[in-house]
Each structure stands twice: as structure tokens, then as C-alpha cells.
């Protein structure tokens, strides 16, 4: 089981992510256009002054039974041992387990 404070701000960061998004959406796709040199610097300074916690790659995929940080599977949202446990005792219907 992960630590409360750890999943506690993972929480904190995802809450950030969701309320800059359109913020940090537009001048990214401002400077993809391309542009003047003096242009993009103005844009990447109005990135830097966003906070860091709202950026999506500060993001971190948690299982949400566990909050173990490794191993998730994006399908289900579990930690691979949790799913593999799962699935064992048919708790995940339509997922088998694998036997060759």
C-alpha cells in the first residue's frame, strides 16, 4: 500500500493538471506554428509561470485499490500482481488467464 501523503499529491497534481489545461494548451500550440524568435520566447515565459504540478507528464498512473506506482495495466487501472490476483479468482469478467 502506498503512502497516503504520495497519493495525496498525486490527487493534488491531477486537480492542477485539470484546471490549467486550456491555459497550457494554447501557447503550445502557438509555438508549434512556428514564429518569430522573440514570439516563442514570450510564450515559453508565460509556460514557465505556470505552476510545475500542472504539467500532464508530472502526472503518474497509480492503481486505485494499491496506489502502487509500477506495473499498472491502463485497461484496468490495477497494478499487475492486483490483476493477475483478480482475475485468478474471476473477480474481472472477460479477462482470462492466459495458458499456452
Not at 509556460?47 to 506495473?71: I, M
Not at 499487475?80 to 474471476?90: A, F, K, S
Request: contains cysteine.
Amino acid at each position: 500500500m502506498a503512502k497516503k501523503s504520495l497519493i495525496a499529491r498525486e490527487k493534488k497534481r491531477k486537480k492542477l493538471e485539470e484546471k490549467f489545461y486550456l491555459i497550457r494548451r494554447y501557447p503550445t500550440k502557438e509555438m508549434s506554428k512556428g514564429g518569430s524568435l522573440s514570439e516563442s520566447w514570450e510564450i515559453q515565459g508565460k509556460l514557465e509561470a505556470l505552476p510545475r504540478n500542472s504539467a500532464p507528464t508530472r502526472l503518474h498512473r497509480r492503481c486505485f485499490l494499491t496506489g502502487r506506482p509500477r506495473a499498472n495495466v491502463r485497461d484496468f487501472g490495477l497494478s499487475g500482481h492486483i490483476l493477475r490476483e483478480m482475475v485468478h479468482i474471476c473477480l474481472l469478467p472477460g479477462a482470462t488467464r492466459s495458458s499456452w
